[in-house]
């Protein structure tokens, strides 16, 4: 079988929407996802490493869903349900498979404490399983081409990276004198 895309790599494959790869257990991990990642620093605020990373979460994956969002629109490409060639790029605004937003927001969610908990804690590195199950789950019901599961998992690794690295977390710090408010018990 011949593949083709921006990568060479994009081909259909069969449909699996059963089972693990059901397209419903997809949304339950988007939507916890993301209910998560709003939730959280909310709750949590900023003074321990745990909300702060929660924050940067946040950072993440706003300014990945907005870089995946601006891509959409610019590259307007066919979703491999829709045709089975990966090279239709420009088709219209309603088509948006490239990159994909769903493995953005796991991939920029998981990156902030992967790279603040990693390195003591290297289970936390199993949180990279998040993303590979929702690429491999987005492919398997022809929601995407194997080239936007990946540029996904990129652009959340990538500002995933930057808002951990920053000196302070991005939202925080537009809000004037900062953020707090959450729950906080010592036994």
């Known amino acids: 079988m011949a593949a083709g895309g921006p990568f060479g790599i994009d081909h259909r494959v069969t449909v699996d929407n059963r089972g693990i790869w059901a397209r419903h257990n997809q949304l339950v991990l988007e939507y916890a996802t993301a209910a998560t990642v709003v939730i959280a620093p909310l709750v949590l605020g900023d003074e321990s490493k745990l909300g702060d990373t929660f924050w940067r979460t946040l950072d993440s994956v706003a300014v990945s869903q907005a870089i995946t969002q601006a891509a959409k629109l610019t590259f307007q490409r066919e979703r491999p349900s829709q045709t089975a060639n990966p090279d239709l790029f420009f088709r219209g605004v309603h088509d948006s498979s490239f990159p994909?937003?769903?493995?953005?927001?796991?991939?920029?969610?998981v990156t902030p404490f992967v790279v603040a908990y990693g390195r003591d804690h290297p289970a936390v590195y199993a949180l990279e399983l998040l993303p590979l199950y929702d690429s491999m789950a987005r492919v398997k019901v022809r929601g995407h081409w194997q080239s936007d599961v990946l540029a996904g998992w990129?652009?959340?690794t990538a500002t995933g990276i930057w808002a951990a690295h920053r000196r302070s977390p991005l939202i925080l710090g537009w809000l004037p004198g900062g953020f707090e408010i959450g729950f906080a018990h010592k036994f």
């Not at 994909?100 to 969610?109: D, F, K, N, W």
């Open 154 to 156: 990129a652009i959340g």
């Open 100 to 109: 994909s937003g769903e493995v953005t927001l796991i991939a920029g969610a």
